[in-house]
């Protein structure tokens, strides 16, 4: 079994989701190379053959000559799977070398299952378990399901040259926008309710949401009172989100916040209430006091 | 010497003809007024408001020379009155004095003003007239000087007070001049009976007769001319309301409270739908702009006016007035502001209080009905959202409508896929049917009927939304779509009776969807509750409780159900503290016309305002009867910060935990022989059953 | 200009999912369904482009699946488009993207569209690939995830949106195929003009086996819930025990804790 592994390579950096993929070679089993479209001082730690295209020629982003240098090295290389990761270069470009081999694709895979992929499906609520027909699969792997895996070792640089322009005229980046709060895209959400008590113990929360790696969100009647600005406000009057992990601390879960946040992967709700409605949606109900519990918990994590 | 007078003492006979021309021409020049206007009102779209004439003139009758809604509100209300009667009397006064000078006396020879019926009649029309002056001066004073809030004046209010007092005061200058020449020397006994004219006598004392006679002369004419002006002012200036609010009156919408134009939707030749320019609107609509004296009690009562939104009704209906008069083509919708559109909770605290029948809310849904329907427009996204989500789930909160059905799991509840053989259908409502507080609502209710012995079936996963908030924010279409699902699904089991525990749904299946088919019974389950105890076929152990009790707008004022709850909540054993602004005049809790989908963006929070006249009266407990009330209110309280200060609750659950074989969960210290039989589960169920067979029997 | 748009039917994701009988697919019963949400931000961006354009050009609005689907077509005609396409296809559920990409490609391959637009991905099969698949077979250019779209003359001005919140702009000429995402724009609510104009528009039905020649190139062995998450633990105690719970629990089931 071989896998061919695509790289990331964005704004003259390697991007570290490339060691996911590191990470489901290693679940696979088996050999693997990788295929890089970025720089020469900027090599993964990775010990295995690297096909290495320079981005700075053939652009980071032009999917016509990628295709081309991925076609090139599975013809060299032979491999059973070309592994992408399911983001915006993976999901543009898995299709398209998918489409020329001829081959089957299985996008967004969260685990390896028996004789084939479990993927995501109906908003992440429900899995399939896929299974290729064809004798080469296309895979594109959820970004944070596997383990970020830096196999170490220096590659064996393989160095590909291509020659074309492309359909597709890449004019720049633009950088993200500074405006609010983007809840939808964060990770980790650490969300503020009437249960913290007063403006005053806001700084509390949103030093947990910092220790944790996330946003500060808030409930409605917290936005209401003026704690926390309108941007952090989850909720169907505020933002939907579903982040990987959702701390709700003292919110009792009013139906249009339930419905904001419920789709998270995670939930763990700070609550006194026991029977508080947030414990309907809530993988963990911590039943404490979140101004005792959230210092606590802040603490330990910066250990 | 008898009593009487000469009329026409000192301006002679030959005036007549003369007189009766410059008045025929005064009228020619009012009605001429009128006829330009009501090419204005006809630019409105037709209207049926000239069936049921008995109704319609008994109206007029009472609103008019009864001053029943006029009078309602104390302040301006009473003065106004009181002056209007006067004004009348005085009219009538003169009138009498026409027929009898150029009609009785030459036709007839008899003299109908003379004798005791002179006296009275001097005395009554002095007395009108003074009462007349005071009253005037007191509405000067109060608009002036004390200048209420919100009360605006304008230029006409100067000119009309300056008229109304020139009126007055001449009339009682020529009786003064007339009676220091006539019965002052002649008939002094008389003078007793004209004690306002013989005081405005005094002050000709020292003048010789020839001038008190020239001055008559000029006071009569001047009087004359002002009575004239008077006239051709009616159309004119604000004192149209004298013929507009009145045949307003007239006008006033004689079917069920709250009723809305369906629109029929298989009509392929409407291009316009809703109100986009005041063309658009009736011509009622602009006729009530007409209508409006400005009197601002609308605007005193707006819950969206209170807290410091855009909204005064008042203002919407002037400009209605403006685009009417002024410009109309222009698109009424954006001279009004969206804002202050999406502001309006249809709480009819407007049109309930307006003494000239002025139809507020529905001049606002027409609007709306144009916003939505013809530019897609919603209040924020968030009710694009809610809205979405009423037409894929049938249910605001975008919930699987599957599971709609699931809060009754366990409970004493028939499916009606599976046995609509049932005493009533609970058309349950989305609040109740997916927020976990007013789950608990229905199922308390559940819990009560089962007492009764009353068989309950619900729609389960068959219903849906009932469509009120979208029809309210204007968009018919999809509250159509719903309303018919509903309807043909209703239908299908032979509903005998529905009950509700939302106020919306009540109003929206018992009146709404009558136009669209449904003719079934529908009640609130606060007056079915209440029929129950009233036939003892629920009785409830008193548990006394002191509480404030919130009168929602579609159970108060849309369907005037105030003594139901009421009467159900003292029969729980509670003691009521009324709110300051209860009955026909309570205080919105701000969720009404769709406003329970959307945020609340502007001024501060209604809910808020109303938990504080609730905190005012002392009482510990606030009751509702509608969910969105229910929910509004745990909000306002959080936001209030009077949590463990103030709880609200639904009056279900006050009813539930005092029925009289189910009150294991009560918390009062009252024990009572009843609550034995909770102890044990199975003499619990013999028990509802003895009474469901006692209740059914009786 | 011809303007294609791909659309999908997709149960309301509030549902709750089970198997069908079939185990590799949900049973439809109870579910409600909607236009996918990334092909309401197609049907707009298309009925934008038109708007600009003038009414000379014109947008077909194309949906595959068994007859529910026509509700998503009508809507979709409601917001604008002014003819639908219906592939008619019963078992729409059971064909895999690389065969959905066949049948779409199939129907535009001699239809001259100077511009398809499709979401970036369905809601409830969440693959991603149809849109690009298709461009591939039709030897189209093509881009995805656009949260920018502009036209002129020609010439698609796109942004991407990238991973972070950064937008890599793209341009690309016509004819090609666009991907939209979430933020590219707010999808009109169709007025009730339009709803009624709608019903009179021309809906094509076409059957699937006229279109499809491929076989799928994935099989799904099975469709069913995440394994449990040990879901609604709740813990009480001492704070520094429950905070040492919470954080074993956290390494333990989230990668948020490394």
Request: aromatic share 8%.
């Amino acid at each position: 079994m071989k896998a061919l592994l695509i790289g990331e390579y964005r704004e003259g950096k390697l991007l570290d989701t490339t060691y996911e993929l590191c990470g489901f070679a290693a679940q696979l089993g088996g050999e693997s190379a990788m295929l890089l479209v970025g720089s020469e001082g900027q090599l993964p730690d990775y010990g295995g053959t690297l096909y290495l295209a320079d981005a700075a020629a053939c652009g980071e982003y032009n999917p016509d000559l990628h295709k081309k240098l991925i076609l090139e090295t599975v013809a060299r290389e032979n491999p059973d799977y070309v592994v992408f990761v399911h983001s915006s270069y993976g999901w543009d470009l898995a299709p398209r070398v998918a489409a020329a081999l001829k081959a089957a694709q299985v996008s967004e895979i969260v685990a390896l299952a028996d004789g084939g992929f479990e993927v995501g499906c109906c908003n992440a609520k429900m899995r399939r378990t896929v299974k290729p027909a064809t004798s080469k699969a296309v895979l594109t792997i959820q970004a944070g399901a596997f383990p970020v895996t830096r196999p170490g070792g220096t590659p064996r640089v393989e160095r590909l040259a291509a020659e074309g322009s492309g359909t597709l005229e890449f004019v720049g980046y633009e950088p993200a926008e500074a405006k609010g709060v983007d809840l939808t895209r964060a990770e980790v959400i650490v969300s503020a309710g009437r249960g913290v008590g007063k403006k005053e113990n806001v700084p509390v929360i949103a030093a947990l949401a910092k220790a944790l790696g996330g946003e500060l969100g808030a409930s409605r009647p917290v936005v209401d009172a003026g704690w926390v600005d309108h941007s952090h406000q989850v909720g169907t009057t505020g933002q939907t989100v579903s982040p990987k992990l959702y701390v709700a601390c003292g919110i009792s879960g009013a139906i249009q916040h339930l419905a904001g946040m419920k789709k998270s992967d995670f939930i763990v709700a700070i609550n006194k209430d026991k029977d508080a409605p947030i414990g309907e949606v809530a993988d963990v109900l911590v039943v404490a006091d979140v101004l005792q519990f959230a210092p606590a918990l802040t603490a330990r994590l910066a250990k | 010497m008898e009593a009487t007078r000469e009329i026409y003492w000192n301006i002679g006979h030959g005036v007549v003809l003369p007189m009766y021309c410059l008045t025929l021409a005064a009228f020619g020049f009012l009605a001429w007024g009128f006829v330009k206007r009501l090419q204005v009102y006809r630019q409105g779209k037709p209207l049926n408001r000239f069936d049921r004439y008995d109704e319609r003139i008994g109206r007029l009758l009472a609103d008019v020379f009864g001053q029943v809604k006029v009078a309602r509100v104390k302040d301006g209300g009473i003065p106004h009155a009181f002056f209007f009667w006067g004004f009348l009397t005085l009219f009538a006064g003169t009138i009498i004095v026409m027929f009898q000078a150029d009609f009785f006396t030459p036709l007839m020879h008899v003299n109908l003003l003379s004798g005791e019926f002179y006296k009275a009649y001097s005395f009554v029309l002095d007395c009108a007239g003074l009462l007349a002056i005071l009253m005037l001066a007191g509405l000067f004073i109060r608009r002036f000087v004390v200048k209420p809030a919100g009360l605006e004046v304008v230029d006409d209010d100067y000119r009309v007070h300056v008229l109304l007092f020139a009126i007055l005061i001449t009339g009682f200058l020529i009786e003064g001049a007339r009676m220091a020449v006539t019965e002052l020397q002649q008939n002094p006994e008389l003078a007793r009976f004209s004690p306002v004219g013989y005081l405005a006598a005094q002050l000709f004392t020292g003048y010789d007769t020839p001038s008190i006679k020239t001055a008559h002369k000029v006071f009569w004419w001047v009087h004359f001319a002002l009575v004239l002006g008077f006239f051709c002012a009616i159309p004119r200036t604000k004192l149209r309301h004298m013929v507009t609010t009145a045949v307003n009156s007239f006008f006033a919408p004689l079917e069920p409270k709250g009723t809305i134009a369906t629109i029929d939707l298989e009509d392929e030749s409407i291009e316009q739908f809703g109100a986009a320019r005041v063309t658009d609107l009736t011509w009622k609509d602009i006729f009530d702009a007409d209508a409006c004296t400005s009197c601002k009690r609308c605007q005193d009562r707006c819950p969206a006016y209170a807290t410091e939104k855009p909204l005064s009704p008042m203002k919407v209906v002037k400009q209605v007035g403006e685009a009417a008069f002024g410009a109309p083509e222009a698109n009424l919708c954006e001279a009004v502001t969206q804002d202050v559109l999406w502001s309006c909770t249809t709480c009819r605290a407007c049109q309930e209080i307006c003494p000239a029948n002025i139809e507020h809310v529905n001049k606002i849904i027409e609007m709306r009905r144009n916003l939505t329907l013809m530019e897609g427009a919603f209040p924020g996204d968030e009710v694009r959202t809610a809205v979405g989500n009423v037409e894929v789930n049938g249910n605001p909160f975008g919930l699987a409508y599957a599971a709609r059905g699931e809060w009754a799991e366990g409970l004493d509840v028939t499916l009606m896929e599976r046995d609509s053989d049932v005493d009533i259908l609970y058309f349950v409502g989305c609040y109740a049917s997916f927020d976990k507080r007013n789950r608990e609502v229905a199922q308390n209710f559940v819990k009560i009927c089962a007492a009764a012995g009353v068989k309950v079936g619900i729609l389960g996963k068959e219903e849906k939304c009932c469509g009120e908030p979208v029809r309210k924010l204007g968009n018919e279409y999809l509250y159509q779509m719903t309303a018919r699902e509903n309807i043909e699904t209703i239908k299908a089991y032979g509903v005998k009776r529905i009950v509700t525990t939302c106020p919306h749904c009540f109003n929206t299946l018992g009146r709404d969807y009558r136009d669209l088919g449904l003719d079934v019974p529908v009640e609130h389950y606060t007056t079915f509750i209440g029929r129950l105890l009233a036939e003892e076929r629920l009785s409830l152990v008193p548990d006394r409780f002191d509480f404030t009790y919130h009168d929602s707008c579609y159970l108060g004022r849309y369907m005037d159900i105030f003594e139901a709850p009421r009467t159900v909540l003292a029969a729980a054993g509670g003691r009521l503290t009324e709110m300051a602004k209860s009955g026909y005049e309570s205080f919105c809790c701000g969720a009404g016309g769709g406003r329970i989908m959307a945020e609340e963006k502007l001024g501060s929070r209604i809910s808020v305002a109303r938990v504080g006249m609730a905190r005012e009266t002392g009482a510990p407990l606030l009751v509702s009867n509608c969910p969105f009330c229910l929910t509004m209110f745990e909000d306002g309280i959080k936001m209030a910060d009077c949590e463990g200060e103030l709880r609200v609750r639904d009056l279900a659950e006050i009813v539930a935990e005092r029925l009289a074989h189910a009150n294991s969960h009560r918390h009062g210290q009252v024990i009572h022989v009843e609550e034995c039989f909770a102890e044990d589960s199975a003499a619990e169920d013999a028990g509802y059953g003895l009474v469901a067979r006692i209740g059914l029997s009786q | 200009m011809k303007i294609l748009v791909c659309i999908k039917q997709v149960p309301d994701m509030e549902s709750r999912f089970k198997p069908n009988g079939s185990g590799v697919w949900f049973e439809e019963t109870d579910l409600a369904f909607r236009m996918n949400e990334y092909d309401e931000y197609a049907v707009e961006q298309a009925v934008r482009l038109k708007e600009q354009l003038g009414d000379a050009h014109e947008v077909t609005v194309l949906s595959i699946g068994p007859d529910r689907v026509v509700e998503a077509i009508k809507k979709a005609l409601a917001m604008g488009c002014d003819r639908g396409v219906h592939v008619q296809d019963p078992a729409a559920s059971l064909k895999d993207p690389w065969q959905i990409a066949a049948i779409i490609a199939a129907y535009a391959r001699d239809k001259g569209f100077d511009l398809i637009f499709t979401g970036m991905q369905s809601q409830d099969r969440g693959s991603a690939q149809v849109g690009v698949t298709v461009a591939e077979d039709l030897g189209l250019p093509c881009t995805t995830t656009l949260v920018g779209f502009a036209y002129d003359n020609g010439t698609i001005t796109a942004k991407r949106e990238l991973e972070g919140g950064v937008k890599g702009v793209v341009r690309v000429k016509t004819p090609a195929l666009v991907t939209c995402q979430l933020g590219l724009n707010v999808p009109r609510y169709p007025t009730l003009p339009n709803i009624m104009k709608a019903k009179k528009k021309e809906i094509e039905a076409i059957p699937v086996g006229d279109l499809l020649r491929e076989e799928a190139r994935t099989a799904t062995a099975s469709f069913h819930p995440p394994a449990k998450k040990g879901g609604g633990i709740v813990l009480e105690g001492e704070v520094g025990a429950l905070v040492d719970q919470l954080v074993g629990i956290l390494k333990d089931k989230t990668a948020v804790l490394r």
